[in-house]
């Protein structure tokens, strides 16, 4: 017998409703390296796995926005944690996606790319009850009241996510999604899709309830027209539709969801390594006013 | 001279059409098997000597029957004829006349914003909202059905369950989904529930000669095997119902296709062997378009042509509206629809 083990190649698949299905269709691609040396296959998504995963973000939208923020923000730090656990695994996928395999520059921009994630998902963990501090008010009013401005979280949030940044612009676009109680369709990087599904099983064992995100792979041009026009989908964040690749994907996927009046975050230049600031956060948020009488 | 030739030949040859089991010829149609139920023994005999289930066989009918692709204009046929089929019920103990009154608003107009959505066949309610209902859907063409026997359990004395009947049909039903005393079936005294049926078959009537159809409920959930299905369907269309049903919507396990499969071949078979039409209802469970169609695929490759109408076929079902009229949405506008664009009921 020889000493050599069989390799045991892992099948990447989608993350939808807190389970693992292939994708619908049953087809998959390939996935590359930089220099076109192939690393794994990767489900293709098609546009009922879109609509699966909208369903699935819908019927979890209720218990993680009504989940209190401090509980949220328990849940997303957890995540952190449990990444930082399996940082060898993301360095060496960020290492294969956007560089060459093996290479050691590679692997220490990878390296800090991953920290730099991970370190994100804490801050944006601790915003989780602050929030409303700064989005919220109490309105000076002409009347006995107190009024009070509350951001609420929108519903479900489409999310293509960045197309060069495989994890950080991943972590960068999702989690200020999700931390303020909206749930998330997110459609990985086409081309590097691995570290956003393996995201995906790091989510899946770290309290995240099932539906609060779901990751799709495939053809981003595929399965942004029927999220953009997904009547049960409130609002879309279009950071992977950036370049001259997709810049007419954008414009199609905004009159789309003008539809149902859809929140629209338009694609724009992000250095993903500088600080986010907490605009992605803020874009979808819905202010509740309420008025109580001020009782004497 | 031709008539009496005809009617002494009438049973050596191939009856020529069915008739509808709330038809008056249909007692003249059952009038053979008298004998059969002549006497507790030889109804126990007949149900008895029924050939068995092959449960595998039929739940393995059924999925196959559940896996046919029904695509653009058959799949937007298929939920039209869906929508008109469905007993939109509502048999809750908060019911009030304001949500009765909402539900048949709905049945006339399920999607508001789309007047080509057709109505649905009947509202089911209990016997005490008839009334209400009947009132909000004057003139629309729409069945008021209401259970009546001491629903959901049918633990009742059987004046009680004639009065609840009788009431129901006074107050305007045009329809009575009756339950069987299960009990009394799986202990074997099958004789007591068909003449339970008979009896309430008669309560149906009303003074002008006319008669409110009868369904019966079997709750199927109960019943444990496919034989009981099997024997109980029979025994009920031999009563004379117009209708059999499968649940009450009311326990765990509800209308599943094997089992509205088992119902569809004995309302077939029994057209085959009597020349009367028996109409079926899947109740409870049923919640997604998808699994609509397939409970129409399995209507139309089983019992035929002759019961996809809403005269013969049923949905007994609340949600699934919702869910057609989303699926309707999405095929009409290319675009995903969602609840928010449906009404909470």
Redesign the interface.
């Known amino acids: 017998m020889s000493d050599a083990r069989l390799s045991v190649l892992k099948t990447y698949k989608l993350f939808v409703g807190g389970k693992f299905p292939r994708s619908e269709s049953g087809r998959v691609y390939e996935v590359t390296d930089s220099q076109g040396k192939w690393l794994a296959n990767a489900p293709l998504a098609s546009r009922k796995d879109a609509r699966d995963a909208v369903v699935a973000a819908r019927k979890a939208f209720g218990g993680w926005s009504g989940a209190t923020a401090y509980n949220r923000g328990q849940v997303l730090y957890r995540v952190a944690e449990m990444l930082e656990g399996r940082r060898e695994q993301f360095v060496a996928e960020v290492a294969d996606a956007e560089g060459r395999s093996g290479k050691k520059s590679d692997t220490a921009k990878a390296a800090a790319q991953v920290d730099a994630a991970i370190d994100r998902w804490v801050w944006y963990a601790g915003w989780s009850d602050k929030i409303a501090q700064i989005a919220g008010s109490a309105n000076p009013v002409a009347g006995p009241y107190f009024n009070l401005s509350t951001p609420e979280p929108t519903g479900v949030v489409a999310v293509l996510a960045p197309q060069e940044s495989s994890f950080l612009g991943l972590v960068s676009v999702l989690a200020p999604v999700i931390v303020t109680g909206n749930t998330a369709v997110v459609v990985a990087s086409e081309k590097s899709p691995l570290p956003a599904l393996s995201l995906a099983e790091v989510l899946a064992t770290s309290d995240v309830p099932g539906g609060v995100v779901n990751v799709l792979s495939g053809r981003t041009g595929e399965l942004v027209g029927p999220l953009a026009a997904h009547q049960d989908v409130n609002a879309i964040d279009l950071a992977g539709a950036y370049g001259e690749l997709h810049g007419e994907l954008a414009v199609a996927a905004e009159k789309a969801a003008a539809d149902n009046l859809k929140r629209v975050l338009r694609p724009a230049e992000v250095d993903w390594a500088a600080a986010p600031g907490t605009d992605r956060m803020l874009s979808f948020l819905e202010t509740k006013t309420v008025w109580h009488p001020i009782g004497i | 001279m031709t008539g009496s030739y005809a009617r002494r030949y009438a049973h050596l040859v191939t009856m020529p059409t069915t008739v509808p089991a709330y038809g008056n010829e249909a007692a003249e149609r059952l009038a053979p098997m008298a004998d059969v139920t002549a006497s507790d023994a030889a109804l126990r005999r007949f149900l008895h000597g029924l050939p068995g289930v092959d449960a595998v066989g039929l739940q393995a009918r059924a999925a196959t029957l559940g896996t046919r692709s029904i695509k653009t204009t058959a799949k937007a046929y298929a939920i039209d004829l869906a929508i008109s089929m469905i007993d939109l019920t509502t048999l809750e103990g908060a019911d009030t006349p304001g949500k009765v009154r909402a539900l048949c608003a709905k049945g006339v107009h399920p999607d508001p914003t789309d007047q080509t959505v057709p109505q649905v066949a009947a509202i089911c309610v209990y016997p005490d909202m008839v009334a209400t209902a009947k009132a909000a859907l004057a003139g629309s063409g729409i069945h008021v059905a209401s259970v009546a026997t001491a629903f959901p359990a049918g633990r009742a004395a059987l004046p009680v369950k004639l009065a609840d009947t009788r009431d129901a049909v006074a107050a305007g039903a045009d329809e009575i989904d009756m339950v069987i005393d299960r009990g009394a079936f799986l202990s074997g005294r099958y004789m007591s529930v068909f003449e339970e049926i008979k009896a309430v078959k008669e309560a149906c009537r009303r003074a002008d000669g006319t008669a409110a159809h009868l369904k019966v409920i079997f709750e199927t959930g109960e019943l444990q095997t496919y034989d009981n299905v099997r024997r109980v369907s029979w025994l009920a269309m031999l009563a004379g119902a117009d209708f059999i049903k499968t649940s009450t919507g009311k326990v765990s396990v509800n209308a599943t296709p094997p089992v509205t499969l088992l119902m569809l071949e004995a309302v077939r078979d029994f057209a085959a062997a009597t020349g009367v039409q028996v109409g079926v209802k899947p109740a409870g469970g049923i919640r997604t378009t998808k699994d609509a169609i397939k409970y129409l695929v399995m209507v139309n490759e089983t019992a035929g042509d002759a019961w996809m109408t809403p005269d013969w076929f049923r949905f007994g079902a609340s949600s699934l509206l919702n869910d057609l009229l989303m699926q309707r949405?999405k095929l009409s506008t290319?675009?995903?629809?969602?609840?928010?664009?449906v009404t909470v009921d």
């Open positions: 949405q290319g675009r995903y629809s969602g609840p928010d664009y």
